[in-house]
């Protein structure tokens, strides 16, 4: 994660915004997250904020749910995915989960 592309990966888009930019539902949306296929942060009020990465992977969600796919099959391959990352990367996304796990924050993948 370059400096360059950092906004990327901040969680700073509304559900609102989210749903214009995919062209799908709340509920869509809502249930990808169900499923631990998406993991917006929350914040203080409880109002869900997205990255562009989320969008890009809701769009990409989207897609293989129209082409057939189901969620369970979705998600073992982003679990294979996530474990082909960088080793840093990972033990970092696993320890935030972690924290999130004890302090109850609802976000990352590990929650």
Do not use: W
Request: charged share 35%.
């Amino acid at each position: 994660m370059g400096s360059d592309s950092s906004y990327k990966y901040k969680k700073v888009i509304t559900i609102g915004i989210v749903k214009e930019l995919t062209g799908l539902s709340e509920r869509q949306i809502r249930y990808y997250e169900e499923r631990k296929l998406i993991f917006p942060e929350r914040t203080p009020g409880g109002n869900r904020k997205y990255s562009f990465e989320d969008v890009e992977l809701l769009v990409e969600i989207a897609n293989k749910i129209e082409d057939g796919v189901q969620t369970h099959e979705i998600r073992k391959e982003m679990l294979r995915a996530q474990k082909k990352q960088n080793p840093d990367e990972m033990k970092r996304k696993m320890i935030q989960g972690q924290l999130n796990a004890h302090f109850g924050i609802r976000k990352g993948p590990y929650s």
